[in-house]
């Protein structure tokens, strides 16, 4: 689905989200995840579809970045190729580590004592539109949101633990590990907060993002990462949106009104004693405080979790005003069916429909006519460079 500033203002837009399963070897996880993808409408036109390739790109560089962090996304990336139907160097080139510019979106998370709440916002053109959970052999079991297949932006593991990611600043750069990758990794290789704040230290970040954590004893943290420096914020009760809180790294945030908007109703929230269906609506509803609509200008509110590390459960909704639904990861990691195959709901929302703040075109009220301007012709065999002028 592309998102066009010519569709009408005022319509409620149908949306879904896939919902893909893959267990086995992390070859077989590639190979379920690039046929669940191509199943999905997307992924019919997939060879249609040329991608843009990235300048200076290295395979030897990219192999021995995830040599080292992430051994498990190599083999992947084998089953990913053969999946799609392409070339290793291109699987590598796209879906791996890349410097890769997002959009300048807005994301939202809170945890309460025992709950994690959290917001995508997001590109309607380039969202990934895929909720995967996979049960590689030798790295944790894990159901979230993916990004270029292999990346994750939000998700849960087997041991309860929570992370999601929000972008700060992408001016400043370094060689380091992309974001998507990042929580990838924490998903794949942590089991506690303590466990992934010691990660997150460890990891060269190319970019300045948030990553916000939680797990199933009630520990949560927000890790401030920029590429020079990274700071971690500890308490039970925590928010984040996209800006660093952290005084010494103010010199990252972006000058944006919205992420301090958004902040206010998210703290009080977390230190209010809501439900799990309480806390989704709040998040979730059209008329929330932060909730995006800002769809048609790239940044508008995508899908809506609410995680329960102790029992490794979580509520998902797509789009605004969705009706939530239950997942039980931990049955999933015993055998049991996720019991759903996609999510559906709708842009914006049943109260605030969507891009309900978008302004209409302007139009001009003046009659169009016919120019009477006409071009001069050329002279024959004249220099189309312009006299220059010499001064004495």
Known sequence: MYESLDDPIGETKPWQVAVVECRGSCYDVGVETAKGFRNTPRGRTFKHRR???????????????????????????????????????????????????YPNY????LSTVDLYGRNYDY??????????????????????????????????????LCVALHLVNQSKWRPGLGCILIVRIVLDQCATTA??????KRLPHGLSFSYSLKDTKAVGAVVEASPLEVVVREGGNLACTNHFQTKKLTMYNRRSAWTYQRLRPLEAWSRAKLSPAELFRA???????????????GCGTMHTLVCEPASRSL??????????????????TRGADIGV????????????????????????????????????????????????????
């Open 195 to 200: 466990e992934a704040v010691k990660l997150l």
């Open 341 to 392: 195959t996609k999510l559906e709901g709708q842009l914006g929302g049943k109260t605030r429909p969507f891009d309900a703040d978008r302004p209409p075109p302007r139009r001009s009220s003046r009659p169009q006519t016919k120019s009477s301007y006409r071009p001069s012709p050329r002279r024959k065999n004249a220099s189309p460079w312009p006299r220059r002028r010499f001064t004495p």
């Open 315 to 332: 509520l998902v909704g797509v789009g605004g005003d969705a009706t939530p639904q239950q997942i039980d990861f931990d049955g999933w």
């Open 106 to 109: 807005g994301c939202s998370s």
């Open 283 to 297: 998040l979730n509803r059209s008329v929330s405080p932060v909730f995006d609509h800002r769809y048609a200008f």
């Open 51 to 101: 991608g843009r390739d990235r300048c200076g790109f290295s395979i030897k560089n990219a192999q021995a970045a995830l040599a080292t962090y992430a051994p498990n996304i190599w083999e992947e990336l084998h089953g990913l190729a053969d999946g799609l139907e392409i070339p290793l160097e291109t699987a590598v080139m796209r879906y791996s580590n890349g410097r890769l510019l």
């Open 123 to 160: 590109s309607v053109s380039k969202y990934n539109s895929m909720l995967v959970a996979i049960q590689p052999k030798g790295v944790n079991a894990s159901i979230g949101f993916c990004d270029r297949f292999t990346g994750r932006v939000d998700g849960m593991n087997e041991h309860g």
